[in-house]
């Protein structure tokens, strides 16, 4: 923790927040003070702003091989801090350590895969039609972005879009939340460490997320917003972005469904819920959310389920042996309190867990409900914690339906051993990603992203690059 940067970063200097104004991290583990970093203002974001601004030209110039290289180095980098970076994650966001290390490895992976994609932005020329003119086609950097990002993957939601910032030519002004922020500090030392120019990345932690946030996307110098958080922030986001015409990306909340039919294959399906679920805690967008089991297997697969959510170790994730950390804060586990105790209310049976323990810290421990009534509150909220809500089905079309009724659509998860039915079921489903017997889609070749008001756009994968390019089209005539 001693030589992690608490202060923010701007055109390439660490720097105190104007006002000299400062905010605490806590440690959701034991609910102390972990340290206290800068807390910015406007005038902080204007001068984050202005450096971004500044180095966006001479960046849009600098060579792609350069770029690609500087995104390499930062790889190498993390992968050789794995361990130092996993600690700063448990610290300041609670995961285990386990879960941490795999976080630092799928956030560096976003590095590499965009330092691959930073040499293969592509353009074109051709006759048009009408044989009289040509057509020059070449991509640019949108520009300077704002990014902003949540706290339960810290690092990897950060590397998701520094990456393809960095390989387009964009420069950034990162906010990230303020329950999380030495992560993103890190990631900031180490960029500069393997090279990238002063500007191109400034880091603004602050707890006055609107006052720092707003007059960057009115102001109409900054050119694209990439946001990563709740839907309800989202919208508001969009709405302030729409003033100055701010290109957005947008990966949101999520409300996933896991489907498990009558002919699928119960050890894979029980396994791939506990990642589905558990993962982080079940902090995380992808979280399975809503299980609809067909009513022939239900009992068979809440049993199974609930014996192994029980064998599950909670704790400080520091320590060994630790499957489950805490919650990220006190709010956050009285959503998940209030939740189980509104499905109980309306009948649901608690199978394991449904009782916060004792003590400091803010550890929910995890727990299955069975027979869940369909008008259940979490049924249209994401549970954000480690609560399994089993629901039964009869037929195909009827758990389409159910699966399909709700506001968001970033994951489903189908198990099935029939490929037909796996395929038409995938198709139908109203989600931008589906795993197919299985709990995991995240993956940084892949494009990741939902539909409905689960975003716009995607992260990740060839196309992840797009979203902070623009395409120039120059009419040449054939002479
Ligand atoms: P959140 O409350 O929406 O906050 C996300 C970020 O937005 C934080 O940095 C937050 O800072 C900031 N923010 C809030 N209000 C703002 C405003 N008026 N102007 C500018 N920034 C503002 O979400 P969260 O609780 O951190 O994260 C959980 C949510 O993120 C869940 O809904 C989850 O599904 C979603 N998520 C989606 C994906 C995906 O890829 N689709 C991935 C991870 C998480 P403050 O906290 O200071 O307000």
């Not at 792609?64 to 996993?86: C, F, G, H, N």
Request: proline fraction near 6%; charge should be negative; charged fraction near 25%.
């Amino acid at each position: 923790m001693t030589d992690t940067p608490t202060q923010l970063f701007i055109g390439g200097a660490w720097v105190d927040a104007a006002d000299g104004a400062t905010m605490p991290v806590d440690d959701p583990a034991t609910g102390e003070v972990l340290c206290h970093v800068a807390d910015a203002g406007p005038k902080d974001a204007a001068l984050a702003e202005d450096a971004a601004v500044q180095a966006q030209e001479e960046w849009a110039r600098t060579a792609p091989r350069v770029r690609s290289e500087i995104l390499r180095r930062a790889y190498e980098i993390i992968i050789e801090r794995t361990d130092e970076l996993a600690h700063l994650m448990t610290a300041e966001m609670g995961k285990p350590l386990a879960e941490a290390r795999g976080e630092v490895a799928y956030a560096a992976e976003f590095f590499r895969w965009f330092s691959e994609e930073a040499v293969r932005i592509d353009g074109g020329l051709a006759t048009l039609p009408d044989g009289r003119n040509r057509m020059l086609l070449s991509r640019r950097p949108v520009g300077p972005c704002l990014l902003i990002t949540p706290w339960n993957f810290p690092l990897a939601m950060g590397t998701r879009k520094i990456g393809p910032a960095v390989a387009a030519g964009c420069t950034m002004v990162l906010k990230p939340a303020p329950q999380t922020p030495l992560s993103s500090l890190a990631l900031a030392a180490i960029l500069k460490e393997a090279g990238l120019p002063d500007g191109v990345l400034n880091v603004v932690t602050t707890s006055r997320a609107g006052e720092v946030c707003e007059p960057l996307l009115r102001g109409g110098r900054i050119r694209k917003l990439s946001f990563t958080g709740s839907t309800g922030v989202g919208q508001l986001l969009l709405a302030q972005s729409a003033q100055a015409v701010v290109r957005t990306s947008m990966e949101l909340g999520g409300n996933a469904p896991f489907v498990v039919f009558e002919d699928a294959d119960l050890d894979k399906a029980v396994d791939g819920a506990m990642v589905a679920k558990m993962r982080n805690m079940g902090e995380a967008c992808t979280a399975a959310n809503r299980f609809f089991v067909h009513r022939s297997v239900a009992e068979e697969f809440a049993r199974r389920l609930a014996e192994r959510m029980d064998a599950l170790v909670v704790g400080p994730g520091t320590r060994d042996g630790v499957d489950v950390g805490p919650l990220i804060d006190r709010t956050g586990r009285a959503k998940v309190e209030e939740l189980v105790a509104d499905a109980v209310q309306r009948g649901a049976r608690v199978l394991v867990g449904g009782r916060t323990p004792e003590g400091p810290g803010c550890f929910y421990p995890p727990t299955v409900l069975a027979d869940v009534d369909p008008t259940s509150r979490l049924m249209d909220t994401e549970i954000f914690g480690p609560v399994a809500a089993i629901l039964t089905f009869d037929d195909e079309d009827e758990v389409i339906r159910r699966a399909n009724d709700t506001p968001w659509g970033l994951v489903g998860y189908v198990f099935t051993e029939g490929l037909d039915r796996a395929l038409r079921v995938s198709e139908r489903l109203e989600v931008g990603m589906v795993g197919l017997n299985t709990g995991l889609v995240s993956n940084p070749a892949a494009p990741f992203g939902g539909v409905k008001q689960s975003g716009l756009g995607r992260e990740g994968g060839r196309v992840g690059i797009d979203e902070f390019l623009e395409y120039q089209y120059l009419a040449v005539p054939v002479s």
